[in-house]
């Protein structure tokens, strides 16, 4: 009995993602990858800027999305606002129980840069691992510069 616990305990802190979409070029594909999320590192707060989150959209609850969290609560961020027109740039803080979260693709990506910080409470996981298309296998890497 002590196994099968085990291995529930496992599946209910480990969970499958499947990802497509521009947003997050170069790091995951367009077409879609397949990463291994955890659910601990979201319950006990112990995210921490440049990991992968998964959360539900604060525009549309029924949907799943995969982002790069750049800030935590108290954090100062700066963002190119229309990066597709001009470079200006705002800085907001990250309000209390929020975290900010954008695409590495700026150009295509839809994130804290629109819909403002997000709270805590829609975060669901932290990718940490590729495992589809196998030629992408392995961690997820830092964001690219």
Request: with cysteine.
């Amino acid at each position: 009995m002590g196994g099968w616990s085990s291995f529930t305990s496992i599946l209910r802190t480990v969970c499958l993602v499947q990802t497509y979409g521009p947003s997050m070029l170069p790091t995951l594909n367009i077409t879609g990858n397949l990463v291994l999320a955890e659910r601990i590192s979201t319950r006990t707060v112990k995210l921490r800027p440049g990991d992968v989150v998964i959360f539900r959209s604060p525009e549309s609850p029924r949907k799943i999305v995969c982002k790069r969290l750049i800030g935590m609560e108290g954090d100062h961020v700066t963002y190119v606002v229309d990066p597709k027109n001009n470079d200006g740039c705002e800085t907001i803080v990250v309000p209390k129980g929020h975290v900010w979260v954008e695409g590495d693709n700026i150009y295509a990506s839809r994130d804290s840069r629109y819909f403002g910080a997000i709270p805590y409470g829609l975060l669901q996981s932290r990718a940490f691992w590729k495992l589809l298309p196998l030629k992408d296998f392995g961690p997820l890497a830092p964001k690219p510069k």
